[in-house]
C-alpha cells in the first residue's frame, strides 16, 4: 500500500468534496461576544489598543446590542468599567445591587428575551488596588474573597444574567458561587468557569479597555503559570467537582494543547476565550497590510473549534459573524 495508490489529495480536488469531508465548522452559534459598559449616556469610546472594540454607556450598548442581534449572535459576556473614584479595596460597586453591570443587565433583559447575557464575575474591575481579591498583606486574601464573588453573582442573577462566569482564579470559588446561587433561589444558572486561565501578558489591552490593571504585583499568585499543562487538568477537574458547568481556557492560541486535552478528559462543554492581546495582534498586523484579516480570523476560529473548543468568546465575533453568514465560513 500507499502512494502511488493512496492520494490523500483525490479528496482535496474541489471546493464540494472539500466541504464534504470538511470535519470542524465554526457556526455563528458558537461565538460569544464580548462588550465593556461605562458609565454615562450617549458614550461609545474606541479603545486604542482593540480597534473597533469600545466602552459603551448602557444606552448606546443597547443600540450596539441591536447590531449584535442583526448578525445572528446569541450571546454577550459582560464587563463592567467604573470611574477610578468608585473604586474601593473590597470591590464594593461589584455586588452593589446598583452597580453598572446589574444596571446594564436590567436595560439588556428588559429590551431582549432572546439574547443569552454572559456575566463576568470578578473584582480587579471595581477594586482600587486592581487585583482580583481583597489584599491581605502582598497577596489576596483567597478565602474572604469568596464571599464576595458569591454575592455577586447572586447579585448578577438577580439582574437578570443568564451565565454566571466567575474569571478571579481563586480556590474554591466556584463551590462558593454555587452554593450561594443555590440558596438564593438560582439553582437553574449554569456558571462557565474560566477554568484555566493563565498569567498571560495577552491579556493587556483588556486592562486598557476595563481599567482593570493591578496597581502593585501581577497575577502570579492566582492565574496559572505559563509553563504548565498538567495544573490545567486539575483546575478542570476541580471547577467540575465543585459545580462548573462549563470549563473555560483562557487565552487561546497560545494553549492550544490544553483546549484538547481538556476536550479528551471532559464531558461538559468546552470555552476558549480568544483574548484582547490576540485580537489586537491580528488587527495590527490587518491595518498593515500583512495579513487577510479575514482568512486569519476564520483560521483560527476553526482550529479553535479543531482543538476541541465548543464555546469561542471572541472580540472578532461580529466580523466573523458577518463572514460565515457571506460563504459558509471558507
Ligand atoms: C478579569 C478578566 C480579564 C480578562 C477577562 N476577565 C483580565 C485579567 O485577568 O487581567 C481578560 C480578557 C482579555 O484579555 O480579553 N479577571
Ligand atoms: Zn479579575
Known amino acids: 500500500m500507499g502512494f502511488p495508490r493512496l492520494r490523500p489529495r483525490r479528496l482535496r480536488m474541489n471546493n464540494i468534496l472539500r466541504k464534504m469531508v470538511r470535519q470542524n465548522q465554526v457556526l455563528i452559534e458558537d461565538l460569544v461576544y464580548p462588550l465593556f459598559v461605562i458609565e454615562g449616556e450617549g458614550i461609545k469610546r474606541e479603545v486604542s489598543s482593540m480597534p473597533e ?76 488596588h486592581g487585583h482580583c481579591g481583597i489584599i491581605k498583606g502582598s497577596d489576596v486574601d483567597n478565602d474572604a474573597t469568596l464571599e464576595l464573588l458569591a454575592k455577586t453573582a447572586v447579585s448578577y442573577a438577580k439582574s437578570g444574567a443568564d451565565i454566571i462566569a466567575p474569571s478571579d482564579m481563586m480556590d474554591g470559588r466556584v463551590k462558593a458561587i454555587r452554593d450561594e446561587l443555590d440558596k438564593n433561589g438560582f439553582s437553574h444558572i449554569p456558571i462557565m468557569s474560566y477554568s484555566a486561565k493563565y498569567a498571560s501578558a495577552y491579556y493587556g489591552p483588556f486592562r486598557e479597555a476595563a481599567a482593570s490593571a493591578p496597581k502593585f504585583g501581577d497575577r502570579k499568585t492566582y492565574q496559572m503559570d505559563p509553563a504548565n499543562g498538567d495544573e490545567a487538568v486539575k483546575e478542570v477537574m476541580l471547577d467540575i467537582e465543585e459545580g462548573a458547568d462549563i470549563v473555560m481556557i483562557k487565552p487561546a492560541l497560545a494553549y492550544m494543547d490544553i ?72
Open 259 to 330: 483546549i484538547h486535552r481538556i476536550r479528551e478528559r471532559v464531558v461538559c462543554p468546552v470555552a476558549v476565550y480568544n483574548v484582547s492581546g490576540e485580537y489586537a495582534m491580528v488587527k495590527a498586523a490587518a491595518k498593515n497590510g500583512w495579513i487577510d484579516e479575514k482568512k486569519v480570523v476564520l483560521e483560527m476560529l476553526t482550529g479553535f473549534k479543531r482543538a476541541g473548543a465548543d464555546i469561542i468568546i471572541t472580540y472578532h465575533a461580529k466580523d466573523a459573524a458577518r463572514w460565515i453568514k457571506e460563504e459558509g465560513g471558507f
Open 53 to 128: 472594540v469600545y466602552n459603551f454607556s448602557i444606552d448606546e450598548l443597547l443600540l450596539e446590542i441591536d447590531e449584535v442581534k442583526k448578525l445572528g449572535i446569541l450571546a454577550v459576556i459582560l464587563f463592567g468599567v467604573i470611574d477610578a473614584d468608585k473604586k474601593d479595596p473590597i470591590g464594593s460597586q461589584a455586588y452593589d445591587d446598583d452597580g453598572i453591570i446589574q444596571r446594564a443587565l436590567q436595560a439588556i433583559k428588559g429590551k431582549y428575551s432572546d439574547l443569552l447575557v454572559i456575566a463576568d464575575v470578578c473584582l480587579c474591575e471595581f477594586t482600587d
